[in-house]
T-cell receptor
Framework: LAKTTQPISMDSYEGQEVNITCSHN???????ITWYQQFPSQGPRFIIQ???TKVTNEVASLFIPADRKSSTLSLPRVSLSDTAVYYC????????????FGKGTRLSVIA | NAGVTQTPKFRVLKTGQSMTLLCAQD?????MYWYRQDPGMGLRLIHY???????AKGEVPDGYNVSRLKKQNFLLGLESAAPSQTSVYFC?????????????FGPGTRLTVL
C-alpha cells in the first residue's frame, strides 16, 4: 500500500480556509485517495474520495495534481465544529489489503 | 437503519479476565473490521473479515481472537486481558474490498484493564 505523510497538527481561526496536504509518492495506478474525519470520542467518518483533478462535496474539496503524488484536502471557512483529526489514505478497490490509518492531522479551530 | 453498533460502550476489566466485544451492522456489508486506538495515535487494525465465516489478522492481532459466524456480527474476544489492551476499540464495516471502499464506523468501546 502507498504510504502517506501528512502534518501532525494544524491550527486555524474560525472562518478561514484550511488546506491539509498529504504526500503519497508511491501511489499506484489503481489507487484512490480517501479522507476520513474523526471527531473526539467518535469513530472516523468518510468525507471525500478522489482519483485525479478535483472533487467537491458539501463538506470539502479534494485537489489532486496530475502526478498524483500528493493531494490537498480543503475545508472552506472552518468553524469550531471542524476541530477533528483528518486521515489521508490511499488504496484501490480490487485488492484484499486493508487500509492503514496513520496518526492523521489534528486540526484545531480557534475562535 | 442503526448502521454499526457496538456493545458495550464502556468496560473495566482486571488483568487476566476475559470478555467479548460485539459489533453488529445492518447494512448487509461483506467486510468487517476491528481497530484499536490509543491516546494520540491513529487506528490500528486488529483483525478483519472479508465475509461470513472468514477472519484474517491485521497489524496488531496478538492477544485477540475474532469470529464471524453471522454476516451481520463480528465478535472480538480478549481471553486474558492485559493493561496494554487498555484502549478504545472501533468496529467498522464496508460493502466491498478493503482499501478504497468507504468504511462505516461504530461509536467505539472504551476498555480499561487494571
Amino acid at each position: 500500500l502507498a504510504k502517506t505523510t501528512q502534518p501532525i497538527s494544524m491550527d486555524s481561526y474560525e472562518g478561514q480556509e484550511v488546506n491539509i496536504t498529504c504526500s503519497h509518492n508511491n501511489i499506484a495506478t489503481n489507487d484512490y485517495i480517501t479522507w476520513y474525519q474523526q471527531f473526539p470520542s467518535q469513530g472516523p467518518r468518510f468525507i471525500i474520495q478522489g482519483y485525479k483533478t478535483k472533487v467537491t462535496n458539501e463538506v470539502a474539496s479534494l485537489f489532486i495534481p496530475a502526478d498524483r503524488k500528493s493531494s490537498t484536502l480543503s475545508l472552506p471557512r472552518v468553524s469550531l465544529s471542524d476541530t477533528a483529526v483528518y486521515y489521508c489514505l490511499v488504496g484501490d478497490y480490487s485488492g484484499n489489503t486493508p487500509l492503514v490509518f496513520g496518526k492523521g492531522t489534528r486540526l484545531s479551530v480557534i475562535a | 437503519n442503526a448502521g454499526v453498533t457496538q456493545t458495550p460502550k464502556f468496560r473495566v476489566l482486571k488483568t487476566g479476565q476475559s470478555m467479548t466485544l460485539l459489533c453488529a451492522q445492518d447494512m448487509n456489508h461483506e467486510y468487517m473490521y476491528w481497530y484499536r486506538q490509543d491516546p494520540g495515535m491513529g487506528l490500528r487494525l486488529i483483525h478483519y473479515s472479508v465475509g461470513e465465516g472468514t477472519t484474517a489478522k491485521g497489524e496488531v492481532p496478538d492477544g485477540y481472537n475474532v469470529s464471524r459466524l453471522k454476516k451481520q456480527n463480528f465478535l472480538l474476544g480478549l481471553e486474558s486481558a492485559a493493561p496494554s489492551q487498555t484502549s478504545v476499540y472501533f468496529c467498522a464495516s464496508s460493502y466491498g474490498g478493503l482499501a478504497a471502499n468507504e468504511q462505516f464506523f461504530g461509536p467505539g468501546t472504551r476498555l480499561t484493564v487494571l
